[in-house]
DNA sequence: GAGTGGTCTAGACCACCCG
DNA sequence: GGGTGGTCTAGACCACTCG
């Protein structure tokens, strides 16, 4: 109750809790103590207590049970694509070499589908990044990205080799940051350049993925096309009631 | 602050700002009364009102800046299949006529994958369920489900012809309600029977999905492989930081 | 400095579940 | 009936943003 390090309690108590899960010592199935002892050992309010505990429900480490208790969830912690974490942390961890190559960047009149996207008009300049993305030298996805010129001002495209590490730490440098977005999945095949650059046989299957990002107001900020190998590439969701 | 409606006051308060939102009182990048106004307005707590906000707010409806207020997010509120809400609604709004055709159900033993998905034993009792979705006559989905049989003890083949209308609701009949799930989606290509059921030519692209669906405590209900033709169908997701 | 959201309290009563 | 979570209060002080 005296804590002064500047976090709040209600996050001290989540990552403590947190820590418990991880550690095992709150097994699967287990049912914590009620929240009034809860609140009581962390020296809390209740109200307090159970913001903390929202916290960790809405990952689905644990679950309430009216009348009951609250209790770990069973479930298996799995990759989690429906959060958004930037790209690098999204290929697979057990891959051995992932590489990133920029292909090009210029600036371009943007055409129907992306203006649309990006709420800006067609013809407007749009920034075009291209990269290639490899596992151990196998090229594995290729991204085509468009984002609107009017947000990224001073940015010269010179800049953008050293920024591609991570895209949306740039962004959030011009000020644009991500909070969340849409993203549209579909089965091709590969066809023409796209087959070529990823080394496929033409109609080989593609997974495609149209994605927009947007700002904490809604702000489009970027529109992407991918392209990923379907022998080499799969996409995992997490689906919440 | 004297409503007895049994429902509670946040509930109605997120419900009533909904409204506004829907019927467009309140305008895309709208700042919102202050909590402190809005709490008198409503005759609630500070406390209960942000309870309802919060809910607007993990839906992506509006967003809070910490020292200048609260807005209403310029998102366009798109279709959200990271939401779990049944197999029915989730074919396009636009299609004309959407028919399933039960293919099959039986009680097999759970092969290797399957068992693993489900928490049982490899050859443990499970029950198999083939569909076959069309739209317009024109078949566009497979689904290979398997339930683990101890969770459906009493049913019988029989009643799962009428029970494919709703699946879930058939499980919450059972008492097996479904909260959440992982599902993983691929892009593969047409063979054998599948691709003869779909009515494509073998290598034609198919959107491949690996779905497990979970109770409340993270006890795996339904194992899902899923075929859909590549030409008819994608999936949007919703990212939220 | 004025106004906003972020955090927090110390209670209260209710609804639900179980033995 | 006893224990649990669900809702709610009427304040308080802090942190942030902006003019």
Redesign the interface.
């Known amino acids: 109750m005296d804590r002064i390090d500047g976090i709040p309690h209600y996050v001290r108590i989540r990552e403590e809790i947190r820590e418990n899960l991880l550690s095992e010592k709150l097994k699967?199935?287990d049912r914590l103590p009620s929240e009034e002892e809860l609140a009581a050992f962390y020296g809390v309010s209740r109200?307090t207590l159970r913001q903390g505990i929202n916290d960790l429900i809405?990952e689905?480490l644990l679950?309430r049970?009216h009348g009951v208790g609250t209790?770990v969830?069973?479930?298996?912690l799995?990759r989690?694509h429906?959060?958004?974490n930037g790209f690098n942390q999204q290929p697979e961890p057990s891959s051995d070499e992932i590489t990133e190559e920029l292909l090009s960047a210029s600036i371009v009149q943007a055409k129907a589908h992306v203006a649309k996207a990006l709420g800006i008009e067609e013809g407007d300049e749009s920034i075009r990044i291209i990269t290639l993305r490899c596992i151990d030298g196998e090229p594995i996805t290729i991204h085509d990205i468009y984002l609107p010129r009017v947000l990224f001002k001073n940015v010269k495209l010179g800049d953008i080799d050293a920024a591609m590490s991570n895209l949306w730490e740039f962004y959030s440098t011009h000020g644009n940051v991500?909070?969340?977005?849409?993203?549209?999945?579909?089965?091709?095949?590969a066809e023409g350049e796209i087959a070529e650059q990823l080394k496929l046989e033409s109609?080989?299957?593609?997974?495609?993925k149209e994605?927009t990002?947007?700002a904490?107001?809604?702000?489009p900020i970027e529109f992407l096309y991918c392209y990923?190998r379907?022998d080499m590439?799969?996409?995992?969701?997490?689906?919440?009631?």
Chains 1, 2 share one sequence.
Do not use: C, W
């Not at 109609?203 to 495609?208: D, E, R, T």
């Not at 590439?233 to 009631?241: C, D, F, N, P, W």
């Open positions: 699967k199935g109200m809405d689905g679950y049970r209790f969830s069973k479930n298996h799995m989690d429906s959060r958004l991500i909070k969340n977005g849409i993203q549209r999945l579909e089965a091709r095949q109609g080989a299957p593609i997974l495609y994605r990002l947007y904490e107001d809604g702000t990923n379907g590439y799969s996409v995992t969701i997490r689906l919440q009631r």
